[in-house]
């Protein structure tokens, strides 16, 4: 199937779109330092199966990031090409595609560093309580 440069246009704004309010909402939640906790034995494998989800979210924004990136250069590829042939303004809209999956690839890139931080804190705040 393929697309036309608009239709791409239009659904990497409307990805970008979802990614921005996805960020903002996990913003806040990623940045809060976590207070130090022991948890009791049935909440540490609630809790461990929740940081195995973060742990899971961070590498699918990983290679979601290297997509986008992957993305940008096919389509800074197929601008060239067009400015080759004189098609400039076949050209510009490639460009704008590439520096739509450039941001696309930033944001990810961002998200999975609040991820990195808010493992880390995970690592350094959150501990299993001794049993007895």
Known sequence: MTIG???ARRRMRAVIAVLD???AGLDDLLRTPLPRVKLAA?????AESARIDVETACRTTQIAAAEALENAVDWRAKATLARDRGEEQLADQADQCADAAE???ELYTAENAAFHAFLADWARCITQAQAG
């Open 42 to 46: 049935n909440d540490w494998s609630n």
């Open 21 to 23: 309010e996805h960020l």
């Open 5 to 7: 440069l608009e239709t």
């Open 103 to 105: 941001r696309e690839a």
